[in-house]
């Protein structure tokens, strides 16, 4: 009975050792929708985006709101070491974040010009932290950095017509 513990034990271990811990960000194909597709001025717009990321930025495609004048999409991900202002300001999306497992997150936006708009939704994934040096042990607040971790990022789009 001994030699069978020992065996195990040390079939666990080996097992254990060629085990490792990813610290990339697991990207899941996250499904993206809007309803009506079509609607008049002030009719509310459902965006229906399904889970598994880790954050949400929902761009609605009207001023204001352009993908295509977002951060990311102008600088990337690095805007905090660059120079760059666009005249207008950067455009904003409305951010949130993951729900519980197999639960889609439904948001309702309201469109007040007439027009055909691609509403773009960025979802991004995380890896675990990579640390370096001491681990922030002796400077925490200056060291810590986006490019420590694995971020992936799922862009998808659907088009809105808003008529009168």
């Keep these: 009975m001994k030699i069978i513990n020992i065996k195990l034990f040390a079939f666990c271990l080996a097992a254990l050792a060629t ?15 809007a309803s009506p597709a079509t609607a008049k001025v002030g009719d509310p ?12 930025a929902l761009y609605t495609g009207d001023a204001g709101h352009d993908f295509a004048n977002s951060t990311l999409q102008l600088v ?10 666009p005249e207008d300001g950067f455009a904003t999306g409305f951010s949130f974040k993951s ?5 889609d997150i439904e948001y309702t936006y309201v469109y007040s ?7 773009t939704l960025v979802a991004a994934f995380v890896g675990r932290k990579q ?14 950095t986006e490019n420590e971790y694995d971020i992936e990022r799922q ?3 659907v088009t809105i017509t808003i008529t009168e």
């Design 99 to 103: 729900t519980k497992a197999d639960e």
């Design 76 to 85: 990337g991900a690095d805007v905090a070491n660059t120079e760059y202002k």
């Design 19 to 33: 085990t490792s811990c990813s610290k990339e960000a697991i990207v899941i194909d996250i499904s993206f929708s």
């Design 45 to 56: 717009i459902t965006f229906l985006v399904g889970y598994g990321a880790e954050s949400y």
């Design 113 to 119: 010009e007439a027009g055909t708009y691609t509403a």
């Design 131 to 144: 640390y370096e040096g001491d681990g922030y042990q002796s400077d925490r607040v200056n060291t810590i």
């Design 155 to 157: 862009i998808k789009t």
